[in-house]
């Protein structure tokens, strides 16, 4: 035991070197050998590499912090949400030259390498047993890469470990192509040679199935990208990736459909479920268990800390339970008045964003709240639930009246910041935002929450079917091959679980949606709508925008909140005229950001790249920095 505690500790002091851009390992380490001498010690040298799933500067990682800071950044920087104090930084172009950070690190990598030039040599292994870690350590190096690419576009592509005599250290970027080919070509070798040792490594590790998700996810973002930015060679990767989403769609034919009893449970429990390793069309996942590893990612959401919202304009997206859009359903019953904004609308929305209700306070019905008497005012608590309790933990899931951490009831929703007080209450602190419509994804009652403090443990699914589906769904209509029967094995499924009508697709023509971008074919456009609001808050919007080169029309729309009264909020309307913030008139969209196109701003092409910190080109200065960023 103190040997291999030893062993652990030396590894630990020589990942602690990192003196330049790459990371590089010193070469006088004298304790590499000893270091890889079983099976258990591969274990334990590739275990921080799952720290990548929760690593913030992928979007779509979960975080044991503040999700506003990891997957909800991805939704607000793409537009689909924003934020309580921030427009949005691409809108309005603030955003930083860097000098370091900005996802440039190449940690994971040195120590991936490092594993991998370790395989050979360890007679301990079987076969099969080195096949799996070069699988193991093909997927991490694999999936880091791919946010590599995602970001910076070219990038050095290191494959050995590094010393200061090495020449990859202070090499160019390599060609995209390069690398996306590799990726592609390691990601199948894993896939094929990853082989079945759960008994070694435990439940919820790396197999194939999360190597496939890996690809499906992989394949759609570079072909698309390849495609609308028109570099070619995009069929193989759409092959790719339907060939494993066909795959995992067999492996996982059933979605979850919850426990609570709401419409669309299932998709809301996903993010506040104690325990997804049972959960069926969970890949993978992260766990957390009780004063071992614990997040605040629901506590957060109870207080005022938390500063996400939705704006008006992707509320509209929102189809309504006919499956059409508000311009066209007769389902739809307008915007103003808040009840009637959420009536009949996808079920997905009020997981999404907390629905409106209004409770008086006090004993009553329950022990700290009761009905007004008016059934507007009870429509959607009775569509999630009652909160029964009203209490710390509480019960159930996404239950109405709302609460804080302390279990102090909040009596009405919309909580506008701005809001005047009604019924001669002060405007709560808590659960509060400026566009009336406030999201909880990871909203629940049945965690512990106390005072910034770290309690929660529901897991977060890391690759989850779903994802798969929408995958499949929109690589098939760049296939050319999209029609009913794709649609119902993919779109419909998940429309089926949220209590949704059908897709037909023989009914979206020009007219469907109005709204939408005319240069984008309607089918498309509803594939890409369901794909916004199945994953809407899971970080993926910043990087779908950007592979669809449509960056420019979802980030440069002014954000603006609900309808309402000037009687009752302490905040300027819009003047649809002029788009500029009024409190002359007796009603209107709430303003919150001004339009960035008016203000003389609006996204950069550049953007669709990120800035490689110009500290690693004085380094390097053979990197070379994407266009329109400063060298130094």
Known sequence: MKKYIFTILIILAIIACNDDFLEKYPRTSLTEENAFETYDNFKAFMFPCYGMFTNTTIATSVTNGYAQNAQYRGDVNAGYLTTRYNYNPYAFQTIQNVSSGNGWDFGYIRRINMMLSHIDGCEALTQQEKDHWRSVGYFFHSFWYMELVNRFGDVPWVTKVLDEASPEAFGPRDDRKMVTDSILTRLKWAEEHIGNFESKDGKNTINQSAIQAALSRFALREGTWRKYHELGD???YFTECARVSEILMDKYPT???????????????MWTTEDLSQVPGIILYKEYKEAILTHNNCHVEHTSSHIVEMPQHTVDMYLCKDGKTIYHSPLYDGDKDIYSTFRNRDPRMYHTIMPPYRVKSGKGDYPTWSFTGNPADREYIDIMGINSSCSNPGIGMKRLPAQNWGASLLAYIPNLQNGIPAQGTNAAAYIACRSGYYVWKNYDQWETNFNNEALNTSDKPVFKIEEVLLNYAECKWEQGQFNQSIANITINKLRERADMAPMIVAEIDDNFDPERDQTVDPVLWEIRRERMIELMGEGFGFDDVRRWKKAPWYINRQQLGMWIQQSKVQESLWDETTHLPTKSKAEGYIYLWADPLIEG???????????????EIVLNPALKQNPGYPEY
Do not use: C, M, R
């Not at 979605?255 to 429990?269: I, R």
């Open 255 to 269: 979605l979850y459909n919850g426990t609570d009893g709401q419409p669309a449970a299932g998709y809301g429990e």
């Open 234 to 236: 995009y069929d193989k």
């Open 601 to 615: 701003k609006g996204w950069l092409d550049k953007y669709y790249f990120y800035q490689v910190p110009t500290n």
